[in-house]
């Protein structure tokens, strides 16, 4: 649960959530945001007792997705076009590359896309991306990093995300190595995403960082925790029951849609023996979680618009500021988190399936 102590009534709190109105269609935007967030992340974690594998599937996604903006922020800083494309090999064409982040991507990247830190399974093999025993040193890639930083060559630009540590440090590097093969399932992973929300928040409520310089990381990891949890219901779902399927939601990403495959799941079978007091929670918290699913899925109908500022066709994304009310997110969010964690189970308790 992200939001345990989350006060939605105190004033001061929620002032430090809004959002400002501005601008945001630049890679420059989304390169810098993501690097605040990388940077707020390592330097609480670094004080903290093993912050980062807990974390790992999120803490590695922003740091690939991080260099993807970093590349292609440079692209177009060097007038080259920018493809729809998420692969490194490509990326890099054209670009005089620093050394050290040609190092780099060769410790982070394990797919085309950046999808192994996202997901459990690869659609292509069928299996997890992650075998038991693969572990990825994060010491190693911040120490490349800072140098690359230290070193910054005139034709690319590069922006901190982390602080000068001590790398060789015995509990730095034992607090860094992160065990990808010990995560196990969507479930699994959506913990590691809502943590590292969590962390985040709590800065934030805290005074420590700014909601405008991260906030489009922070939502791009409430949205994929909440596809996540969407999937894990239905894969839970078709487990306990024949009355759906979850055969082929492996590349689906609409909230919209996994939202009404697993409400049509639930419209299907029999609750006239649940007591009135879980029937009616129930519909509450399908009535709510119906509300920030439709604000999401409007502010982000494809897990695209808070991670690229064009669209795939290279358009400037429609997505404004205006319409994030950041607080109504989170406590929409803290509400509904029971349905996604505990229906399935209170379901079969009841004998629904």
Same mark, same amino acid.
């Given at each position: 649960?992200?939001?345990?102590?989350?006060?939605?009534?105190?004033?001061?709190?929620?002032?430090?959530?809004?959002?400002?109105?501005?601008?945001?269609?630049?890679?420059?935007?989304?390169?810098?945001?993501?690097?605040?967030a990388?940077?707020?992340?390592?330097?609480?974690?670094?004080?903290?007792?093993?912050?980062?594998?807990?974390?790992?599937?999120?803490?590695?996604?922003?740091?690939?997705?991080?260099?993807?903006?970093?590349?292609?922020?440079?692209?177009?800083?060097?007038?080259l076009?920018?493809?729809?494309?998420?692969?490194?090999?490509?990326?890099?064409?054209?670009?005089?590359?620093?050394p050290?982040?040609?190092?780099?991507?060769?410790?982070?990247?394990?797919?085309? !896309?950046?999808?192994?830190?996202?997901?459990?399974?690869?659609?292509?093999?069928?299996?997890?991306?992650?075998?038991?025993?693969?572990?990825?040193?994060?010491?190693?890639?911040?120490?490349?990093?800072?140098?690359?930083?230290?070193?910054?060559?005139?034709?690319?630009?590069?922006?901190?995300?982390?602080?000068?540590? !001590?790398?060789?440090?015995?509990?730095n590097?034992?607090?860094?190595?992160?065990h990808?093969?010990?995560?196990?399932?969507?479930?699994?992973?959506?913990?590691?995403?809502?943590?590292?929300?969590?962390?985040?928040?709590?800065?934030?409520?805290?005074?420590?960082?700014?909601?405008?310089?991260?906030?489009?990381?922070?939502?791009?990891?409430?949205?994929?925790?909440?596809?996540?949890?969407?999937?894990?219901?239905?894969?839970?779902?078709?487990?306990?029951?024949?009355?759906?399927?979850?055969?082929?939601?492996?590349?689906?990403?609409?909230?919209?849609?996994?939202?009404?495959?697993?409400?049509?799941?639930?419209?299907?079978? !029999?609750?006239?023996?649940?007591?009135?007091?879980?029937?009616?929670?129930?519909?509450?918290?399908?009535?709510?979680?119906?509300?920030?699913?439709?604000?999401?899925?409007?502010?982000?109908?494809?897990?695209?618009?808070?991670?690229f500022?064009?669209?795939?066709?290279?358009?400037?994304?429609?997505?404004?500021?205006?319409?994030?009310?950041?607080?109504?997110?989170?406590?929409?969010?803290?509400?509904?988190?029971?349905?996604?964690?505990?229906?399935?189970?209170?379901?079969r !308790?009841?004998?629904?399936?």
């Open positions: 649960m992200v939001l345990q102590h989350f006060n939605f009534d105190d004033k001061d709190i929620k002032k430090k959530f809004k959002v400002s109105p501005g601008p945001i269609s630049s890679w420059k935007y989304y390169y810098e945001s993501y690097s605040y990388l940077n707020k992340i390592f330097e609480t974690g670094l004080t903290m007792s093993y912050a980062f594998n807990p974390r790992g599937r999120a803490i590695m996604f922003l740091l690939r997705h991080n260099l993807e903006l970093c590349l292609k922020y440079n692209l177009q800083e060097n007038g076009e920018i493809y729809n494309i998420h692969d490194f090999t490509e990326l890099v064409k054209g670009l005089e590359t620093p050290q982040l040609l190092k780099i991507i060769k410790l982070v990247d394990f797919d085309p !896309d950046g999808s192994s830190y996202r997901y459990y399974l690869n659609n292509d093999t069928g299996g997890p991306f992650f075998d038991d025993g693969i572990t990825i040193n994060v010491a190693r890639i911040l120490e490349l990093h800072n140098l690359m930083v230290s070193n910054q060559e005139e034709n690319f630009n590069v922006q901190p995300i982390a602080p000068i540590f !001590d790398y060789y440090n015995r509990r590097d034992w607090n860094l190595t992160l990808m093969g010990e995560c196990k399932g969507l479930g699994q992973i959506r913990t590691h995403y809502d943590d590292t929300v969590a962390l985040l928040i709590n800065g934030v409520m805290e005074g420590r960082y700014s909601t405008n310089l991260l906030y489009l990381p922070l939502m791009f990891m409430l949205r994929h925790s909440l596809e996540l949890a969407l999937k894990f219901c239905i894969i839970e779902a078709s487990i306990m029951s024949p009355l759906i399927s979850a055969d082929d939601i492996g590349n689906e990403h609409s909230l919209s849609r996994l939202f009404r495959i697993y409400t049509e799941f639930l419209k299907k079978l !029999d609750t006239s023996t649940l007591q009135d007091d879980v029937a009616t929670k129930l519909e509450e918290y399908l009535d709510q979680y119906g509300k920030l699913n439709g604000i999401i899925h409007e502010l982000d109908s494809n897990s695209r618009q808070f991670r500022p064009v669209n795939v066709k290279g358009k400037p994304v429609s997505f404004s500021t205006e319409k994030l009310k950041l607080t109504d997110v989170l406590q929409l969010y803290a509400f509904t988190d029971p349905l996604l964690n505990f229906t399935n189970l209170v379901l !308790d009841c004998n629904v399936i």
